[in-house]
């Protein structure tokens, strides 16, 4: 069955009401999970590459809004940051689809996926617009943050749709690769959009009126995600199967627990949740650091956070382009865990030096390790999870890693020094690594 007709394609039959979805075999490293086509065979798919261009879109439009917002509040002269105002900017960034993403996940498996796609995209881009209007008016505090909430949780809403839909325009076999270069590629398309803002802001002016300006270009990329996705057929997106009761509100409260049952339910996407808890954990202690040793001790301002995001991009591009074969060479239980193991290694080895060089090639190394980690936990869930439940997992999964990055942010804020000088904080994100393994390795066993 084709992906170009409108039609999604499917595995073996599933129960209704199931929380665990058996394709093919149980074992999770069945050669038939990690079967490669290639790119070029891929991106032939029509229904593939269309949804590739919605991700795509969406994802540039929120790497310049969110960084054209953290230039506003971080780095404008008109403003001023320390450890506790980024931790409340990175808050709003992080923390929308912590609140509404295990609700929303039930209507990702009640409503029709293409619809929310296209709606959620003209609602954000309407909030874009408006949240540049209070930034050139030079708001701040309440306002700007709600705004920044609001609009970065309708845009998570959009990214767990995207990652829902995704076994409906590839098989089951090509999950694990079809993953990888979807999720790669649009975080990759995430950086240039930030690097697109740090280019409009030197066109512009980094005061309010010229960060106004930088963050409503974002409104584009909620235009085209729109447009790309209103061209799928009504239903070709998914859901097959709505396990919901008739009343929405209903389904809606049932979203957290329902989303939880089925991940403890299963043991290859519960064990993932351990290892990319942990690494987002970590990845918020560090990425405070980088923010305030750019900003206070190196002097680097946006120019140097810039360098660190160009790597970041680089690390998850290359993650992109092996995990497949890692993967095919070794499973994926023993990838995840080797991934761990790279991010702990890295933010010890080349954090400690609290230097500019070594900072960016921890960067890289740890954003290697984050993608490696979540494309494999992608793909677990994706492949073992129904499709009646499949929304409300990924909406869960995006919940749990927001709010361990915003709690391990908020608490590294309180005893970080000013200038990120921090050896202390540098020990604990790789301790986190360590205790992530050690769990993988216990969840993996049940």
Same mark, same amino acid.
């Given at each position: 069955?084709?992906?170009?007709?409108?039609?999604?394609?499917?595995?073996?039959?599933?129960?209704?009401?199931?929380?665990?979805?058996?394709?093919?075999?149980?074992?999770?490293?069945?050669?038939?999970?990690?079967?490669?086509?290639?790119?070029?065979?891929?991106?032939?798919?029509?229904?593939?590459?269309?949804?590739?261009?919605?991700?795509?879109?969406?994802?540039?439009?929120?790497?310049?809004?969110?960084?054209?917002?953290?230039?506003?509040?971080?780095?404008?002269?008109?403003?001023?940051?320390?450890?506790?105002?980024?931790?409340?900017?990175?808050?709003?960034?992080?923390?929308?689809?912590?609140?509404?993403?295990?609700?929303?996940?039930?209507?990702?498996?009640?409503?029709?996926?293409?619809?929310?796609?296209?709606?959620?995209?003209?609602?954000?881009?309407?909030?874009?617009?408006?949240?540049?209007?209070? !930034? *050139?008016?030079? +708001?701040?505090? %309440?306002?700007?943050?709600?705004?920044? =909430?609001? #609009?970065?949780?309708?845009? &998570? /809403?959009?990214?767990?749709?995207?990652?829902?839909?995704?076994?409906?325009?590839?098989?089951?076999?090509?999950?694990?690769?079809?993953?990888?270069?979807?999720?790669?590629?649009?975080?990759?398309?995430?950086?240039?959009?930030?690097?697109?803002?740090?280019?409009?802001?030197?066109?512009?002016?980094?005061?309010?009126?010229?960060?106004?300006?930088?963050?409503?270009?974002?409104?584009?990329?909620?235009?085209?995600?729109?447009?790309?996705?209103?061209?799928?057929?009504?239903?070709?997106?998914?859901?097959?199967?709505?396990?919901?009761?008739?009343?929405?509100?209903?389904?809606?409260?049932?979203?957290?627990?329902?989303?939880?049952?089925?991940?403890?339910?299963?043991?290859?996407?519960?064990?993932?949740? !351990? *290892?990319?808890? +942990?690494?987002? %954990?970590?990845?918020?202690?560090?990425? =405070?650091? #980088?923010?305030?040793?750019? &900003? /206070?001790?190196?002097?680097?301002?946006?120019?140097?956070?810039?360098?660190?995001?160009?790597?970041?991009?680089?690390?998850?591009?290359?993650?992109?382009?092996?995990?497949?074969?890692?993967?095919?060479?070794?499973?994926?239980?023993?990838?995840?865990?080797?991934?761990l193991l790279l991010g702990g290694v890295s933010i010890v080895g080349f954090g400690l030096p609290l230097t500019m060089p070594t900072t960016l090639i921890a960067a890289l190394l740890i954003s290697f390790a984050g993608q490696l980690v979540k494309l494999c936990v992608d793909a677990a869930v994706q492949r073992d999870i129904g499709d009646e439940l499949r929304g409300r997992v990924f909406a869960l999964y995006d919940t749990l890693v927001n709010v361990a990055q915003v709690v391990s942010v908020a608490l590294a804020a309180l005893v970080v020094a000013p200038d990120g000088a921090s050896p202390g904080l540098v020990l604990a994100a790789g301790a986190c690594y360590l205790v992530g393994l050690a769990g993988f390795a216990l969840a993996s066993r049940a």
């Open positions: 069955m084709s992906a170009s007709d409108g039609r999604p394609f499917r595995g073996p039959p599933i129960p209704i009401g199931s929380a665990v979805v058996s394709t093919a075999r149980t074992d999770p490293e069945h050669e038939a999970h990690h079967a490669r086509i290639g790119p070029r065979a891929l991106l032939a798919r029509d229904g593939f590459r269309r949804l590739l261009f919605t991700r795509f879109s969406a994802q540039w439009g929120d790497g310049l809004f969110q960084a054209g917002l953290a230039g506003a509040v971080l780095f404008n002269p008109e403003r001023e940051a320390d450890p506790l105002a980024i931790a409340a900017g990175f808050t709003a960034l992080l923390l929308p689809y912590s609140l509404i993403g295990p609700f929303a996940g039930a209507l990702l498996d009640r409503w029709d996926r293409r619809r929310v796609l296209v709606v959620a995209n003209i609602l954000r881009g309407a909030l874009i617009f408006t949240a540049a209007l209070s !930034v *050139a008016a030079g +708001a701040g505090g %309440t306002t700007l943050f709600t705004l920044a =909430l609001v #609009t970065i949780g309708v845009s &998570r /809403f959009i990214n767990s749709g995207l990652s829902a839909a995704l076994p409906h325009v590839v098989p089951i076999r090509n999950l694990v690769e079809a993953n990888a270069l979807a999720t790669t590629l649009g975080a990759v398309i995430a950086v240039l959009g930030a690097g697109c803002a740090v280019g409009l802001r030197a066109i512009f002016g980094d005061h309010n009126i010229g960060s106004g300006i930088t963050t409503a270009v974002a409104c584009l990329g909620s235009a085209g995600s729109a447009w790309f996705a209103i061209r799928f057929a009504k239903g070709a997106l998914g859901p097959d199967e709505v396990d919901e009761p008739p009343q929405t509100m209903v389904a809606v409260a049932r979203g957290l627990f329902d989303g939880g049952r089925a991940a403890v339910k299963t043991p290859t996407v519960f064990a993932g949740f !351990v *290892a990319l808890l +942990a690494h987002r %954990t970590a990845f918020g202690i560090a990425l =405070l650091l #980088t923010v305030l040793l750019a &900003r /206070f001790r190196f002097e680097a301002g946006l120019g140097g956070l810039s360098q660190v995001i160009a790597l970041v991009g680089v690390g998850i591009l290359l993650a992109g382009l092996v995990t497949a074969r890692i993967v095919a060479a070794i499973g994926r239980r023993r990838a995840l865990a080797a991934g």
